[in-house]
């Protein structure tokens, strides 16, 4: 016996409508670094993992870790790492912090941007995310390396500090969005590094005896995985970098299939298109 749903032909029975999952598909993202302080690199972005066909246990409960971003970091220091997703046996890496004046970034998911006088990206994590940008003089920062990409190398010609890293589109959730970009650079005597998409962080711009709000580093936004832009430097001490955007885990599988039987950490849970979706914003547990 066999039913017509949503476009395909389903048996009934044991993988039939409102049976227990045992396969879905996940996307993990950890927390971004955030940028370095004083002409710095931005932060890396958090390790994006997605697959299908990952294996549950019927009526067993596994745990989700939804990693924070790298707090902003305090004069003159380097951005602080990402906390690291966890969804049962998956591990997403957070990301690494963008270097201070002087430093290269901190290895992550993404690497750090490197910060101003000549100084590198930290590594990414194989599988999760690139290297930070390189910093090539004084004057001008990396940018946080993204999922999609490697961070911007800062461009002497052009004034330019480097842009963070592309992120990597998913449509797990029901629309397409990006994750885990890179924050940018700042620069001192040219032009800031913006992020590598509108969720991560962009570089500060250093205005020598100027000072505005405007210049400063912006953070990402939460629950993308993206990291925070390089702080930069001027008279009002407005060099503070920005933190790296907290993590997701997105879980999905044919609507036709039972819910899942509890939850925990309040997820959001609804039906997109043939697909039942469940967002974790915060750590949590789910059981099917």
């Not at 971004?32 to 932060?43: E, I, K, Q, R, V």
């Not at 043939?274 to 547990?285: C, D, E, M, N």
Request: with cysteine; proline share 2%.
């Amino acid at each position: 016996m066999s039913q017509r749903y949503a476009g395909g032909v389903l048996s009934v029975g044991r993988d039939g409508i409102n049976s227990p999952v045992t396969t879905v598909e996940y996307l993990c993202v950890a927390g971004g670094g955030s940028g370095g302080n004083s002409l710095a690199g931005g932060g890396g972005a958090g390790g994006l993992l997605t697959a299908t066909g990952y294996a549950v246990t019927v009526g067993s409960a596994i745990t989700i870790t939804v990693g924070a971003g790298g707090a902003s970091s305090s004069s003159g220091t380097s951005g602080n790492v990402g906390t690291n997703s966890v969804f049962g046996s998956i591990t997403a890496t957070g990301g690494g912090g963008g270097g201070t004046d002087g430093q290269d970034g901190t290895a992550g998911g993404s690497g750090g941007g490197g910060g101003s006088r000549i100084h590198t990206g930290g590594a990414g994590t194989s599988g999760q995310g690139f290297a930070g940008g390189t910093a090539p003089n004084d004057y001008l920062s990396g940018g946080g390396g993204g999922a999609g990409s490697v961070g911007g190398t800062a461009v002497i010609a052009s004034k330019l500090a480097g842009i963070g890293g592309a992120g990597l589109v998913s449509s797990i959730s029901g629309s397409p969005i990006q994750y885990a970009a890179g924050g940018g650079g700042a620069a001192y005597t040219g032009y800031l590094g913006i992020g590598g998409t509108a969720n991560a962080g962009n570089g500060g711009q250093s205005v020598g005896s100027v000072s505005a709000d405007q210049f400063r580093a912006t953070s990402a936004v939460a629950n993308t995985g993206s990291g925070g832009g390089g702080g930069g430097w001027d008279t009002a001490n407005r060099n503070g970098s920005g933190a790296g955007g907290s993590g997701i885990v997105i879980l999905r599988y044919p609507s036709y299939f039972a819910p899942a039987t509890s939850t925990t950490g309040g997820p959001e849970m609804y039906i997109a298109g043939a697909w039942r979706v469940y967002k974790f914003l915060q750590s949590g547990t789910i059981t099917f």
